[in-house]
């Protein structure tokens, strides 16, 4: 009889647990991240080295952060005066640091646009100026005034 009655009360228990084990594990599961706190390490890092796959995730935490906003704000039209002014604020706070995070981030790929154009300039610049040199040193070689220490490659088109 005594296992009976310890099963009866731990089957009367068992809602009771988990209530109690659903109100602390479901929060986590369904906590949102910090959309951006993610977008100013994400940020950073495209910094430091930029990439196409990391531009991706930073657009699409951009999409997170604006639907988060959105959220606050259709949340704010069912609550109370009080409620709904602060939600709002809070909707408003959080679309000002993203209008934020988006100015660095396109200052961040305005950075990297203008070190590939620099780079480019270079490459163009070094290439241009080793073409002018072999295109003046045949000048000089068929004008004959090329000097001996030309390494014999007078008249010779393969530079």
Known sequence: MRTSQRASRLVALLPVLVAMMGGSLFPACTRRHDAVAELEVQIERYRKDPSDALAARIDASFARL???????????????????????????ALEAKGGELRKQYYAARVDRAAEAAKSAVQ??????????????????????????SDDGNKGNDED
């Not at 604006?66 to 002014?85: F, G, H, L, P």
């Not at 290439?127 to 001996?148: C, F, N, T, V, W």
């Open 123 to 148: 490459e163009f610049g070094q290439k241009m100026g080793k073409g002018l040199e072999s295109a003046g040193k045949k000048i000089q070689g068929a004008l004959g005034g090329g000097d001996k």
């Open 66 to 92: 604006d639907a988060d906003v959105a959220e606050i704000r259709a949340d704010a039209a069912t609550k109370s005066d009080e409620a709904k002014a602060a939600a709002l604020a809070r909707a408003d």
